[in-house]
Every structure is written in C-alpha cells, then in structure tokens.
C-alpha cells in the first residue's frame, strides 16, 4: 500500500484533530479484537497442541504491544511545535512505523527459531485437535475484516502510520490462513506440516517488519515525496498570480506532512513588498492544497524577454 497514491484532496477535507481522533478510534477497535483473539488462540493452541496457533496467537499478541506504540505516537504527533521542535513532532509518526517494523521483524525471527527447532525433533511433533482449525479459521475472518476497517480509515485520512498498522492486521490475516492450511495438514495425519507452518508465518512476518523498518528509515532520512505530488506541488505556485516561474522545489517528509523548499521568480521591476506578497498568497495556496506542513520561498528576479535581456531556462 503506497500512501503517495491516495488522492491528495482527500487530506484537505481533515483537520489534525479528526485524523488523531481516527487514529485513535480504529487503534481501539483493533486493541481489543486482538486482545480477544490473541487470547483465544493461545488457550486452544495449548490445549490442543498446535505450535502454529499458539505462534499465531503470540504474533496477535504482538499486535496489541504495536497498537499501544501506534496511540503513543498518535497523541504525541499532535504536539503543537515549540523551541526544540520548530517544525512540530509529527515524525512521531513515522518513528513509530520503525517500532512496528522493528517489532514485526523480532517476533518474525522467533517464530522461524522455534519452528527450525522442532523441525529438528519431528518425532515430538504431537496431532492437534480438530478445535484448532475451527480457531484458526474465525481468528482468520476476524483480522481480515479488522484490517479492511483499519485500512478504509487510513485512506480516508491519509496517515502511514495507519496504513502500516492496517498491513500489521492483514499480516495476522496470511499467517492464519497458513497456520489452518498447517493444521488441516496435521489433521489428515502429516503432524509436520503444523510446524511447517509456523515456519512460513514467521518468515511472512519477518519480511513484512522490514520491508516497514526500512522505509520508515528512509522517511527518518528527509526523504522526498514522489514525483507526482512534486509537480502537483509546482503547479500550484505557478498557478498563483504573480508567480512567473518556479525552480529548485524540494521536498522532505515529516511524518505523513510535507516540508518545502522552492524558488518563485517574479517580475523584476515591483517592489520588494508586492514580491513578498506573491510569495505569501503562493504559500497559502500550497498549505491549504497539499499536506504541506510549511513552505520556504525564496524570491528570484525575473524580467520579461527583450532586446536587452536573454531568459536563459531553467
């Protein structure tokens, strides 16, 4: 799921106080079906014997450690900006996607080590209960339905750190999926498949924690947003009276908001107070479009093609 390619109007329509309430709302709903869930599926794993569930069910377990990190950084996000943070404290945000990709890849690595180990001793592999599968498939319905409702409310107010959350659920979604396939697999008398496939989920979990950990890295890093919303950016200071032209626009992300930089070249000949106007009226026009948090202008001259003087492009 790339956040980049959501509909950048939508942003516009929620203030900061309607997503924080949608994060925290949806990362409620998710506490406590996992607290539900998690639960279920370690006392039947245990009762009947099934490495995979009880696997699954600590991974469901995990979730809930990564909701209360995702409410941490929603409410800390909001902070408004101060001396020490002059640009505001949204890359909580993106801080915690690191801790959920983090948390994902430690919890993916302790599952492969625990089903390399009794892949090793096959003879102890016990049969399940027949229970399990039934556990399996409801835990499996619940957590992909939990991540569509959790995804649907990360699209509509755009947040990646709820994105990444939603994934986190649909995660639990695949490895349930696994983890019944494994247990009907004991169950038809093959008991290896059960640690089989504790093995897979954990290499799924495993990949999904860093494919997160690594790009909430690089957004830690000031990378840039894509292409498409830097020229959507562009278009819309040159589409501000006054504006002749726009060059070096950069861009860096803060947690799910934007930080630019940009040249607007105006006319040569007015004053230095209607250039700043121009540039003023540009960044309003940017902040109220785009998930822009602030914009840095710098003003350049520019005069209009004559005998006297060559516009050279830029």
């Given at each position: 799921?790339?956040l980049?390619?959501?509909?950048?109007?939508?942003?516009?329509?929620?203030?900061?106080?309607?997503?924080?309430?949608?994060?925290?709302?949806?990362?409620?709903?998710?506490?406590?079906?996992?607290l539900?869930?998690?639960?279920?599926?370690?006392?039947?794993?245990?009762?009947?014997?099934?490495?995979?569930?009880?696997?699954?069910?600590?991974?469901?377990?995990?979730?809930?450690?990564?909701?209360?990190?995702?409410?941490?950084?929603?409410?800390?996000?909001?902070?408004?900006?101060?001396?020490?943070?002059?640009?505001?404290?949204?890359?909580?945000?993106?801080?915690?996607?690191?801790?959920?990709?983090?948390?994902?890849?430690?919890?993916?690595?302790?599952?492969?080590?625990?089903?390399?180990?009794?892949?090793?001793?096959?003879?102890?592999?016990?049969?399940?209960?027949?229970?399990?599968?039934?556990?399996?498939?409801?835990?499996?319905?619940?957590?992909?339905?939990?991540?569509?409702?959790?995804?649907?409310?990360?699209?509509?107010?755009?947040?990646?750190?709820?994105v990444?959350?939603?994934?986190?659920?649909?995660?639990?979604?695949?490895?349930?999926?696994?983890?019944?396939?494994?247990?009907?697999?004991?169950l038809?008398?093959?008991p290896?498949?059960?640690?089989?496939?504790?093995?897979?989920?954990?290499?799924?979990?495993?990949?999904?924690?860093?494919?997160?950990?690594?790009?909430?890295?690089?957004?830690?890093?000031?990378?840039?947003?894509?292409?498409?919303?830097?020229?959507?950016?562009?278009?819309?200071?040159?589409?501000?009276?006054?504006?002749?032209?726009?060059?070096?626009?950069?861009?860096?992300?803060?947690?799910?908001?934007?930080?630019?930089d940009?040249h607007?070249?105006?006319?040569?000949?007015?004053?230095?107070?209607?250039?700043?106007?121009?540039?003023?009226?540009?960044?309003?026009?940017?902040?109220q479009?785009?998930r822009?948090?602030?914009?840095?202008?710098?003003?350049?001259?520019?005069?209009?093609?004559?005998?006297?003087?060559?516009?050279?492009?830029r």
């Open positions: 799921m790339n980049n390619e959501l509909d950048d109007t939508e942003d516009t329509e929620h203030t900061p106080q309607e997503r924080a309430a949608a994060a925290s709302r949806s990362t409620w709903v998710s506490v406590v079906v996992n539900v869930l998690s639960t279920v599926q370690i006392v039947v794993g245990v009762w009947a014997k099934s490495q995979s569930l009880i696997a699954d069910g600590i991974h469901t377990l995990s979730d809930l450690v990564a909701d209360f990190v995702v409410l941490f950084a929603n409410h800390h996000s909001q902070k408004d900006a101060d001396e020490n943070h002059p640009y505001g404290h949204q890359r909580f945000e993106s801080a915690a996607s690191l801790v959920l990709g983090l948390l994902l890849l430690a919890v993916g690595v302790g599952m492969v080590w625990s089903a390399v180990v009794k892949l090793e001793n096959p003879e102890s592999v016990p049969q399940v209960h027949s229970v399990a599968l039934w556990v399996a498939g409801g835990a499996l319905v619940g957590k992909e339905l939990l991540f569509r409702y959790m995804l649907a409310v990360a699209k509509k107010v755009k947040s990646s750190m709820l990444a959350n939603a994934w986190h659920a649909r995660s639990d979604a695949a490895s349930s999926l696994v983890v019944g396939v494994g247990i009907a697999g004991n038809a008398g093959y290896i498949l059960d640690p089989i496939a504790a093995l897979i989920v954990g290499f799924m979990v495993g990949k999904m924690g860093w494919e997160f950990g690594w790009d909430a890295m690089h957004d830690l890093m000031d990378r840039a947003v894509d292409e498409q919303e830097v020229q959507a950016i562009r278009q819309t200071l040159l589409d501000t009276p006054g504006v002749a032209g726009v060059h070096d626009v950069r861009t860096r992300k803060m947690g799910d908001m934007v930080v630019v940009a607007l070249e105006v006319d040569a000949q007015i004053t230095v107070e209607e250039g700043h106007d121009i540039a003023v009226e540009a960044r309003q026009r940017v902040m479009r785009h822009v948090l602030n914009l840095m202008t710098h003003v350049d001259p520019w005069r209009k093609p004559d005998r006297d003087h060559t516009v050279q492009p």
